[in-house]
């Protein structure tokens, strides 16, 4: 993934990178899409700010299109537009799934289609020991804007070393970074 440094920031690992899409993206109220199941520390960031959450079916492979498509159809005739969907791609926690590369694709294509952003969360994509990696939603939008990618080194480097960063359009790199400015005292 090619990232210049205006589309990176270093976070206190991927937990306060939840915290600060909560903060900038979700008033009380606002809907946003996660996976059934998903994993429960991002469920609490979302609920700390009022998220309605909204589960989508998964399967063997991660969400479903079909799922997908069908909330957010509903949230449109409701007149609701879903701020976030929240996914876990590589070896979600709780069920360990991986969303192939032809199912990202087109969970990214009915983000674009119903104008809301995927929340990529991945902190076990480096904890591979067999197969292939699949592209990273940032990497199939090609720097479109419409993907916001969180990764940490907690899994994979030292447990107990909490950083991580997050990649996204450069827009909402610097409204991160102003957020982020208020819990680190800069």
Not at 48 to 73: P, Q
């Amino acid at each position: 993934i090619e990232v210049t440094p205006d589309e990176l920031i270093v976070t206190s690992a991927s937990q306060q990178a939840l915290d600060i899409v909560g903060k900038a993206f979700v008033d009380p109220g606002d809907a946003i899409i996660v996976g059934k199941p998903t994993y429960l520390g991002a469920l609490q960031a979302f609920e700390t700010y009022g998220a309605d959450m909204i589960g989508v079916e998964s399967d063997d492979f991660g969400i479903t299109a079909e799922s997908l498509e069908e909330k957010l159809e509903a949230l449109k005739k409701e007149g609701r537009v879903c701020k976030f969907i929240y996914i876990v791609p590589d070896f979600q926690n709780p069920t360990g799934t991986t969303i192939p590369t032809e199912r990202r694709v087109k969970i990214l294509e009915l983000a674009k289609k119903y104008g809301t952003v995927i929340l990529e969360d991945s902190p076990y994509r480096k904890i591979r020991f067999k197969g292939e990696h699949q592209k990273t939603f940032y990497a199939l939008d090609k720097g479109e804007g419409n993907v916001i990618t969180m990764f940490t080194f907690s899994k994979t480097f030292v447990p107990g070393f909490r950083l991580g960063y997050i990649i996204a359009n450069k827009e909402i790199i610097r409204k991160f970074a102003i957020l982020k400015q208020a819990m680190d005292l800069c």
